[in-house]
């Protein structure tokens, strides 16, 4: 063994890593970053959550008043009052999250002695505002009664209605979906990178540039040709998430499917668009903390965009997870068919992002080789 030798190799190396500004960046800035991002959102919270108040407490001097009035000064959850049909119908059409039902003798049973009971209507899509607003009412209704001696040691029943999910709903079922989007995206974003990159380096993609083949047949073809493994994948993913791990699919299982297809064809080609920045396969695996990573930590999957700063929440905006997590959420959770908007604009956004990918790639494509 000759220390020289490796140590001539190990200085080589060194040397070549300081000559790429990728490398190190990828080494000493993108870790930094991405840890900070995880940082500042792991005790991240909802905020001015909109709740609706449905209070038909018929006492002069209402309990419920109190309550509501403490919620409103002392959360940061969003009421406002609403007729029972009024709640119910913006629950379904998601402009509040929650909604809080008093019944007419709820003061009169907490002044009887008897255990009063409110209703909790829940939209019950989204685990982590469901959570926190059952939490913050839950700690509101307490502190009030705590303040008022004759009540004092009362139990007020919450009971919770869903709309949408439940209490037989398990974690995996809430968070189902958002695997179902991010794992083979992940995993077709990288297959595509390296590949593309290969197909480069190996001289093929010169060779189809001289053949009668334009630039953007030549992606189109790619994204073909990848497409069909993107398409196994997506298949076999969501069939096993639903058949074998049992997560509910109140939806179109052929809708679901439909969903992940085009938003993983989004990878496809991003996965070409970005590999043509790329001079090997490792500078196309430098990509990937830099677009999955962050698409993971903002796209919906778990952390709500409602409860997102707004620098934040617009940088989901741009992200095709974002939207694929949300359109296989309403289908797997909510049960929305392709006629419902918030499924169709998705997948028409999804599209689009599709499209304008090919569409650099073949721009990039062309000012590479020139």
Known sequence: MNRGRIGALARRIV????RDRRTLALILIVPIVIISLVGYLIDIKPSD?????????????????????????ESDLKLTELSRDEAERQLKNGKISAALVFPSDFTRNLVTGNDPRVTLLLEGSDAQ??????????????????????????????????????????????????????????????????????????????RLLASPLSRFEIVLGYMVGFGV??????????????????????????????TVIVAVMTAVNLGILLSTFARNEFQAIQFVPLVVFPQALLGGLFWSLDSLPWFLRWASYLMPVTYANSAVRDVM????????????????????????????ASLTLKREVA
């Open 15 to 18: 040397a070549q890593f300081r």
């Open 49 to 73: 959550t909109p709740v609706g108040v449905v209070n038909d407490d018929s006492a002069l001097v209402s309990v419920a008043d109190l309550i509501i009035r403490a919620i409103d000064e």
């Open 129 to 206: 505002v469901m959570a926190h607003v059952r939490d913050t009412l839950t700690t509101a209704i307490q502190q009030t009664l705590a303040g008022l001696p004759a009540v004092e040691g009362r139990l007020i029943q919450v009971e919770p209605e869903f709309l949408y999910g439940g209490e037989d709903y398990t974690t995996m079922d809430y968070l189902g979906p958002a695997f179902v989007v991010l794992m083979p995206w992940f995993f077709v974003f990288l297959l595509t990178s390296v590949s593309f990159v290969r197909e480069r380096v190996q001289g093929t993609v010169e």
């Open 229 to 258: 493994f993107s398409l196994v994948q997506s298949l076999e993913m969501l069939l096993f998430t639903v058949y074998v791990l049992d997560v509910n699919c109140e939806g179109s299982i052929f809708l679901a499917i439909l």
């Open 333 to 360: 959770i909510r049960g929305a068919t392709l006629l419902d908007w918030s499924v169709a604009s998705n997948l028409l956004i999804l599209v689009g992002f599709a499209a304008a990918f090919v569409f650099l």
